[in-house]
């Protein structure tokens, strides 16, 4: 069964920056891909970005808008997303997902399927002055 653990989140000023990790255990990240997911009080959880071994996905460009980028540790069996130019509205609870096989679009449509079923606990961005 794996596992995933998310860390970094915090209280950030806007324009500020903060890094993300989710490490995975109980299996070995190349055979995985993982994205980050974020959700806000009383909005829908919306996909941001996605690696696998081979690419890097951008599930919501508007959201990404090249502030946010991926990567992935695969031998400390960890991916990380880096958040820059954080604003207020970035303020959420990110999630990582991990799914098998490595394969952004797969990872995607079971989570438009509600069959993602590997998730992190969340780690919490707060922006503010």
């Known amino acids: 069964q794996v596992q995933l653990v998310e860390s970094g989140g915090g209280l950030v000023q806007p324009g500020g920056s903060l890094r993300l990790s989710c490490v995975v255990s109980?299996?070995?990240?190349?055979?995985?891909?993982v994205a980050w997911f974020r959700q806000a009080p009383g909005k829908e959880r919306e996909g941001l970005l996605c690696?696998?071994?081979?690419?890097?996905?951008?599930i919501n460009p508007d959201s990404v808008k090249g502030r946010f980028t991926i990567s992935r540790d695969n031998e400390k069996n960890a991916v990380h997303l880096q958040l820059t130019s954080l604003k207020p509205e970035d303020s959420a609870v990110y999630y990582c997902?991990?799914?098998?096989?490595?394969?952004?679009?797969?990872?995607?449509?079971?989570?438009?399927?509600?069959?993602?079923?590997?998730w992190g606990q969340g780690t919490q961005v707060t922006v503010s002055s």
């Open positions: 109980g299996a070995t990240l190349h055979y995985y891909a």
């Open positions: 690696s696998s071994s081979s690419d890097v996905y951008t």
């Open positions: 997902a991990a799914e098998s096989p490595a394969n952004c679009a797969y990872l995607e449509a079971q989570h438009s399927r509600g069959l993602l079923s590997s």
